[in-house]
Every structure is written in structure tokens, then in C-alpha cells.
């Protein structure tokens, strides 16, 4: 049997050709008897009509879908915060919100430079991105908003948000009240102490109890570390020197205060004295987040620890039942023995520059910072936002005999002689980090206090310098 | 050989057959074509580009010349960073092609169970890095780890695998010596080429067992041997994973390997000029010395009929 081929030169030539007279023909008015579509066009019209005159057809609502990105992934907070959303969509059934999470890792930052960016993101510190004009300014939203306005947030909140005094992040979703100190009452009650009265007030007390009551066994590892430090937090250090790291002002960072070598060889000896090793190696046993199963507070192998946040109040509550803490005031230097002081910072939301609803956005905000709102993630979470409004009357959000503790917190805002803010800067993640590097080089004795301050200085001075000039 | 490496005529010179042949052909490699250039390509000459410019993603890049190599030579993090990646190749690369060669040798033994012990071997190679990573934090463990539980039965001192900065680079090597199931295959497979005829004519030249080893098995494997050494250190310079899950370059910065300070200048400073940099100093070393072995090769590696 002869096969008869067609040439692929000639298949595609016939293809083109039917392609375009496909396109034509759809092109092309379609062949219909015109007066019988006239007749029917107007009796429909007619009935279309009637039926309008009775019955008021709803307006279709156009709906618009936002991002909204946050860090958290534990279900508990992916749960809470989704259904939020969904109450705000209930609210708003023109905007639908897409939710994802970024985890604080690159993500966020990925998106930005692509030009994608969500349409709102929560956010640690919007300082960097905001000082890379990678962030919409919120001022003339607020200016607008009958929901949120200057008076929304004492000063220190709106800090956390503020960068060369313009605002880009809105406090919301997580946003209180930190660094104090936290005490077992079992085992202060162990050794004979009283809380709150025995827990240190200056950070003297604090080595003295620690080297006190600190437990080893026959090979020298940590059974009961009596307690511990965040030595990588700069802001707590800067509670206990009362002095900002960051100058917003100046838009530099100075750490030619000679108490900054003070606390830095404090912390030297503090961990020389427990052994560096051991202390991270206890930590790897025996967390220092209370919200992780058998954290360190939990087992009953640690007594104190500052920095210490409200949260704990609910996780502990959580991963240690029947067991008994108190909070109380930060310890400082011995200068500043007995200032109260408590620092507000966490978490703010805010809109990248080429978000594509911004408006919306900024919808979702207002939402978030409403009492309902602030309920329903405390309920969830355990999160709490320090609003003007919630301040004023937090029993409408918060029970406060649900947590014990948790009235020292809500309280010491109001009772503290200094609120801290967390002043971010153009670099907090760069300075955190070489802060950090700094504390490693005295804790292993690499460097003198002053010498890591040093190099401290000139690395951040030139990082600030580099980011300005771009 | 030298027909095969006949020089073709120029493209114009082609046949009309010979370019249709060669059109269907990137036609048919077409995807990976496009994914190298998009994904390999491009990227890696974007990152040349931004080496000589401030970058930090959300802004443009600027350019400042050799600026950024410059900073790199001056970074006081830098020495530290080496060290850390130095001591993975000069002490952690050796210890992995030793324990590898001496498994494949065990494993090339005629024994029962053979096939099971080989995969056995070669299992942790496939593990997911997160999940192996996982398992031996809590092997490691120092108060409940298994490994110091047993020390601790036995009445010896616990050892702070990954919370000590002198043991957290062992740490690591061990663990890599334990996912080298790759290497010891390629080891597994070289020994098994050594012809049995080179044994015994060694044999009846009078030499003994360990006169074969030195100078007919190691010798004969000394290929695989040049290029597990050449893929070690090129990854052990790109050592990331297992550092970021399990110490985050801690503790003490002690597993601060060059990747881990890449990437947080890249992704955490926002630094990604600078990273770029960092990149291409990397890309250069590593090939310094792999050309360098290279030619130490001529030396001490032995190709079966490279003369003949």
C-alpha cells in the first residue's frame, strides 16, 4: 500500500492557514436573521425590565484577594490567626486574604526583590527594609484612620515601627511587654528564699545567687542551673546600663559608655565561672523557651532567668501545670538599683511598597488592632498588643486570673519608672549579630571588654555608613 | 583516538541534514538547556555582576568596583571562617575518604551478609539531610543522647558533641563520615576493578598481604581516590546544611563554615553584593585547588592504560 505523506513544510503552511481562518471566522459577525434578534431583544429587554421594577438585584460585590504573610508556624498561631482572618473576611466580603508564613527567613525579603511582595507582612523589625525604602510610609493611612491614630500606642510601641521618624510599622498580632525576671517559686522556696523578695535587683545579686545555688554533678555537667541570661538580647543589656545602644537622633550607635564593658566583662565572668560549654550543653537538654515541652523551668532544673516576657505567663501554664513562677522587674546595674523598667517591642505589620492592595491592606490593620481582634488572638495565642485602648481597660481582652502572673505584666506598664522601646535602626539584625560575636569573644576570653567593643563600634559604624549611603 | 577528536567543519559548513540533526537534538535537550541557563547561568554571572557593586536586594546595585573584594581581605570574621572551613578539609575530608575506602574495603570481602552490609553503608548517604541532621542532635545530645548515655554507663564523662566549640567540628566530620555511603560505593566499585591477575602475579613475585595493598590495590584505586578527594573538598567548602540545622554556625561560631557566613551576609545583613563576592573568592580558591591537585596528579595517580 503506497503511503501518502505530507511534508512538514506543507503540514505546518495548512495549519497556518486554518489557524488564521479559524481567527476569522471568530472575527467575523455572526449570520443571524437580524429581525427575529431585534424582536426577541426587546422582549427580553421588556421582561429584564419587569422583573428590576420588583426585585432589586443585589450588586455584585468585586472581591479583592490579599496576601498576608507572617512568621509564626506553630499551629496554634497559624490556626488563631487564620481564623481572624476569616472574621475579617466576614466583615469585609470585598477583600478575601490569602495567608502564608515567611518563618523570618529569607521568604519575605525574596519577594520584595522580585516585586511580588505580599500585600501585608508581619514582621520583627521593619527597620532594615524600611531603611531600603523597601516599605510603604503609614503616616497618611493613620491620618486618615478613624481606627488607628497617634494616640493608638504610647510612644515606645510606635518606636518598634519608626524609622528616621517615619512610621512603617503598625505594633499588632504580638506586641507587649518584656525583659524582667522570672523565678521558680519551688525552688526558691527550696533554699530557703521568698519571692518576689529574694530574686536579684542588680545583676551583682544575680552572679552571687548563681554561683551560689548552681548544681553539678561527678563529671561536672549542670543538673540545676540556678540561673541564666539571654547574652545575644542587646536590648536588655541596654535596660540594664539604661542606655540605647542606638541614637536615633545621631543615627549612630555608641558604645563608648564605659558600663558597656562593665556588663561585658560581668557576662564574661558570669559564663567563665559556669563554663560556657556547660551552659550551652544544659540548654541543649533543657531549653530556654518555656514554651518547649520539658524546658529547663518545666524539669525543675532552673530556677531564674532574665530576660523574661509576659508569654511566659501562658507557657508556662502550659509545659509546667501545678508549677508556681514569679515575675518581676529586670535586674539592673548597680548604678540604676531599683529602677523599674520594662521594655515594649515584638512584632509590627506592615505594607511593602509595591504591595498591590495597600488599601485593603491597611484594612486588614485596623482590623487586627480592634478589641475583637485582640481577643480572639489572645484567646488563641496568648499574644497581647499593647493598644492605647487595651491598656485602658484590658479586662475586656484579657482575664487576668487565666495566668498567674499575668498581672504583673499588664501592670507594669503603667507602674514602670522606664518603658523601653526596641529603637531599631537601620541594622538591628547586623548589629544583634555582631553584639553577639562581641559577648562570644569575652566569654572566651579572646578579647577584653573593651577591645570587643571596639571592633563592636567600628563594625556597626560602618555598616550604618554603608546603608546610608546607598 | 585522535580520529574520533577529528576537528568537524565549521558551522556554515554543515549539511542541511547534519543542522536539522542538530536542531532536533537542542530541541530534545531544550528543557535542561533552558533550566541551566536560567537557573546555572544566569545566575552565577548575576552574581559576578553584583560582586562589584553594594547590593542589598531591595535597593539597585551600585557599583564599587573591586570594593567588596577588597572588604573581604580586610574582614576581621574572615580568618575565623576560614579556619573553620580549613579544619573540615584538611582534618574532616582525609577522615572521610579513610573511613569510606576502609568500609568499601571491608565490604569488598567475600562474607556473608555481603549485600545487606553494602546497603546498609550506603543508606545514610540517601537519608534527608533535615531528618538525619535531626536524629543525630538528639543522638548527640549531651544529658540524653545515646551516645552519652552509654559513656555515662560506663562511668566516663559526657562529651558536649554540639554545645562545646572544640567538639563541635568533630561533631560534624563524624557525621559526614557517616552519610559518605557515595563515596564508599565509588571506592567499593574501584577495588572491584582491580584485576585479580595483578594479586597473583604479586603473589608469586613472594609478596605478602600487605605488600599487595600498598602496591597493587591502593596505587590501582588511586583514581577514585583523586576524584573523592577533589568532590570532598569542593563540598566541604560549601559545608551548610548540617551546620545551619544543627549548631546555626555556633556554638561560639565555632561551625561558622564559609557558606553559613555567605549566607548570613546574603540573606540576614542583606549584604548580597558582598556575598556575591564571597562567592566567586570561593569559586576561585576551589578551583585553585583542584587545578593544583590536578597536577600534582600526574604523580601520584595511576591510570590502567593511560600508556598504552
Known amino acids: ?470 | 583516538m585522535r580520529l574520533l577528536l577529528a576537528r568537524r567543519p565549521a558551522l556554515w559548513q554543515w549539511t542541511s541534514q547534519e543542522r536539522k540533526d542538530l536542531a532536533k537534538g537542542l530541541l530534545f535537550i531544550s528543557p535542561w538547556l533552558i533550566g541551566l541557563v536560567a537557573f546555572t547561568v544566569y545566575p552565577a554571572l548575576s552574581s559576578l555582576y553584583y560582586g562589584f557593586t553594594r547590593y542589598d536586594i531591595v535597593q539597585a546595585p551600585r557599583w564599587v568596583g573591586l570594593g567588596n573584594y577588597e572588604q573581604i581581605l580586610r574582614d576581621k570574621e574572615m580568618p575565623r571562617v576560614l579556619y573553620n572551613s580549613l579544619y573540615m578539609a584538611l582534618i574532616g575530608v582525609p577522615a572521610t575518604l579513610l573511613i569510606s575506602f576502609l568500609s568499601a574495603a571491608f565490604l569488598n570481602q567475600k562474607m556473608r551478609w555481603r549485600s545487606v552490609l553494602r546497603t546498609g553503608a550506603f543508606v545514610p548517604s540517601v537519608v534527608p539531610v533535615v531528618a538525619s541532621a535531626m536524629v543525630w542532635l538528639w543522638l548527640l545530645n549531651t544529658q540524653f543522647g545515646l551516645i552519652n548515655s552509654l559513656l555515662k554507663s560506663w562511668s566516663l564523662p559526657s562529651i558536649p558533641f554540639l554545645s562545646s566549640p572544640s567538639w563541635a567540628k568533630p561533631s560534624l566530620i563524624l557525621i559526614n563520615c557517616w552519610a559518605s555511603g557515595g563515596t564508599m560505593i565509588i571506592f567499593l566499585a574501584s577495588l572491584q576493578d582491580v584485576p585479580q591477575s595483578l594479586y597473583d602475579a604479586a603473589k608469586v613475585d613472594g609478596a605478602n598481604a600487605r605488600t599487595c595493598f600498598w602496591h597493587v590495590t591502593i596505587p590501582m584505586v588511586t583514581p577514585a581516590i583523586l576524584y573523592n578527594l577533589l568532590i570532598g573538598l569542593i563540598d566541604v567548602f560549601q559545608s551548610f546544611t548540617f551546620a545551619w540545622i544543627l549548631t546555626k554556625g555556633g556554638p561560639y561560631s565555632a561551625t561558622e563554615f564559609y557558606a553559613v557566613y555567605l549566607y548570613q551576609n546574603a540573606f540576614q545583613f542583606m549584604k548580597m553584593g558582598y556575598a556575591s563576592a564571597m562567592a566567586w573568592m570561593l569559586f576561585v580558591v576551589v578551583l585553585a585547588v583542584t587545578l593544583a591537585l590536578f597536577r600534582t596528579s600526574a604523580r601520584w595517580v595511576y591510570y590502567r592504560g593511560a600508556n598504552e
Open chain 1, 1 to 470: 500500500m503506497q503511503q501518502q505523506r505530507v511534508s512538514r513544510r506543507r503540514f505546518l503552511r495548512w495549519s497556518l492557514l486554518g489557524a488564521a481562518a479559524t481567527s476569522m471566522a471568530a472575527c467575523k459577525p455572526q449570520v443571524v436573521e437580524k429581525e427575529v434578534v431585534k424582536e426577541v431583544t426587546k422582549e427580553v429587554e421588556k421582561m429584564v425590565t419587569q422583573v428590576v421594577e420588583v426585585t432589586p438585584v443585589p450588586t455584585k460585590v468585586e472581591q479583592v484577594t490579599i496576601d498576608f504573610w507572617w512568621g509564626w508556624t506553630p499551629e496554634v498561631h497559624v490556626n488563631t490567626l487564620n481564623g481572624v482572618c476569616r472574621r475579617f473576611e466576614e466583615l469585609n466580603p470585598d477583600i478575601k486574604v490569602q495567608t502564608a508564613q515567611h518563618e523570618w527567613g529569607p521568604k519575605l525579603l525574596t519577594a520584595i526583590a522580585a516585586g511580588t511582595p505580599p500585600d501585608l507582612s508581619e514582621g520583627g523589625w521593619p527597620g532594615e527594609l524600611a531603611a531600603r525604602g523597601a516599605l510603604l510610609e503609614l503616616e497618611p493611612y493613620i491620618a486618615n484612620s478613624k481606627t488607628i491614630s497617634k494616640e493608638s500606642y504610647n510612644q515606645a510601641s510606635w518606636d518598634v515601627g519608626t524609622v528616621n521618624g517615619k512610621i512603617y510599622g503598625i505594633p499588632a498580632l504580638e506586641q507587649f511587654v518584656y525583659e524582667g525576671q522570672i523565678g521558680s517559686v519551688e525552688l526558691y522556696e527550696k533554699e530557703g528564699l521568698k519571692l518576689p523578695d529574694d530574686l536579684p535587683v542588680t545583676l551583682g545579686e544575680a552572679m552571687a545567687q548563681i554561683k551560689t545555688y548552681t548544681r553539678r554533678n561527678d563529671a561536672g555537667d549542670i543538673t540545676l542551673l540556678w540561673g541564666d541570661i539571654d547574652r545575644y538580647s542587646l536590648y536588655w543589656y541596654e535596660l540594664v546600663v539604661g542606655k540605647h545602644a542606638y541614637n536615633a537622633g545621631a543615627g549612630a550607635y555608641d558604645f563608648s559608655d564605659p558600663l558597656w564593658a562593665e556588663v561585658l566583662r560581668w557576662t564574661g565572668n558570669l559564663y567563665q565561672m559556669l563554663g560556657p560549654d556547660k551552659v550551652d550543653a544544659f540548654h541543649s537538654s533543657f531549653s530556654q523557651w518555656t514554651s518547649v515541652a520539658a524546658n529547663s523551668f518545666a524539669s525543675g532544673t532552673q530556677a531564674w532567668q532574665s530576660p523574661s516576657g509576659y508569654w511566659e505567663v501562658g507557657e508556662t501554664a502550659k509545659t509546667a501545670p501545678g508549677k508556681q513562677f514569679c515575675w518581676y522587674w529586670t535586674p539592673v546595674w548597680e548604678n540604676r538599683r531599683g529602677v523599674k523598667c520594662v521594655q515594649t517591642g515584638g512584632h509590627t505589620v506592615f505594607i511593602p511598597k509595591a504591595a498591590k492592595h495597600p488599601d485593603q491592606a491597611w484594612r486588614l490593620i485596623e482590623f487586627l488592632v480592634s478589641p475583637e481582634a485582640l481577643k480572639m488572638i489572645f484567646n488563641g495565642s496568648g499574644f497581647l498588643t499593647a493598644t492605647r485602648a487595651f491598656l485602658d481597660d484590658p479586662g475586656q481582652v484579657v482575664d487576668f486570673y487565666k495566668y498567674p502572673g499575668l498581672r504583673f505584666w499588664v501592670d507594669s506598664l503603667l507602674q514602670a519608672d522606664e518603658v523601653w522601646s526596641e529603637a531599631p535602626g537601620p541594622i538591628p539584625g547586623f548589629a544583634a549579630d555582631k553584639w553577639g560575636k562581641a559577648v562570644d569573644s569575652v566569654v572566651l576570653g579572646q578579647a577584653t571588654p573593651e577591645q570587643a567593643l571596639a571592633e563592636l563600634q567600628r563594625l556597626v559604624d560602618e555598616e550604618v555608613a554603608n546603608v546610608t549611603k546607598q
